[in-house]
């Protein structure tokens, strides 16, 4: 199909074409240059401290299959993933519905829960790392005000708890965006929908019954 002509010079494939463009160097050189430059680093002897470099093929990935600590660190690395995935899901599923019902304060808490999500990385893990310090945390010394234990306990320097910590740090971080990209969703269902489907039964989760005749019918 040929292109219609854009101010008589540009037809509408070239204009989109170009505005495309932007986008794909931007991408190219954010993402994709880094991504690249990284695989092919890893089959180099590269280090930070030498300018020069030898190339070694898959020298590196066999050292680093060899290693005894590889399985569990890859375990360790996708029990993570899971945990940082799914747990602050499931909970800004269930925050995106309760602020969903428009009660009276809900648009305060809703802007009370967007607001760590503009506050930068490297500031939630000082906050985070501060409060679950062995020697002058938070966390400790509110367990330990209660009588919950008896000293301090380094929670980042035990590996029982560790990733715990590291979970609890990322959910509260990702919470509000699994909460604000749901509750838009949720916002974005007609009301007429979900009358019909309360009326079908939906709120008990049984159908409504179906009469043979409107006879039969409960007035």
Do not use: H
């Not at 986008?23 to 990284?38: H, K, N, Q, S, T």
């Not at 159908?207 to 409960?218: I, L, N």
Request: aromatic share 14%; charged share 10%.
């Amino acid at each position: 199909m040929k292109g219609i002509k854009n101010g008589g010079r540009l037809t509408d494939r070239q204009v989109g074409f170009l505005l495309v463009v932007p986008g794909l160097a931007v991408f190219a050189a954010i993402i994709l240059y880094p991504f690249v430059d990284a695989v092919l680093m890893s089959f180099t002897d590269r280090s930070l401290l030498y300018p020069d470099y030898d190339w070694v093929g898959l020298a590196n990935y066999i050292k680093v299959f060899k290693d005894p600590y590889f399985v569990s660190t890859l375990a360790t690395t996708a029990l993570f993933v899971v945990l940082a995935t799914v747990i602050p899901f499931v909970l800004g599923f269930i925050w995106a519905i309760l602020l969903n019902q428009g009660f009276k304060g809900s648009e305060l808490l809703r802007g009370l829960t967007l607001v760590n999500w503009i506050i930068p990385g490297i500031a939630i893990g000082f906050l985070w790392s501060w409060i679950f310090n062995g020697q002058y945390g938070v966390l400790n010394a509110l367990l330990t005000n209660l009588g919950i234990l008896d000293k301090g306990v380094a929670w980042m320097g035990q590996t029982q708890t560790a990733l715990i910590c590291v979970v609890i740090a990322r959910t509260w971080q990702m919470l509000p965006w699994y909460m604000a990209f749901l509750l838009g969703g949720l916002q974005g269902v007609s009301r007429d929908q979900i009358e019909a489907a309360r009326i079908d039964g939906a709120a008990t989760g049984r159908p409504s019954p179906t009469w043979c005749c409107p006879r039969c019918a409960p007035s």
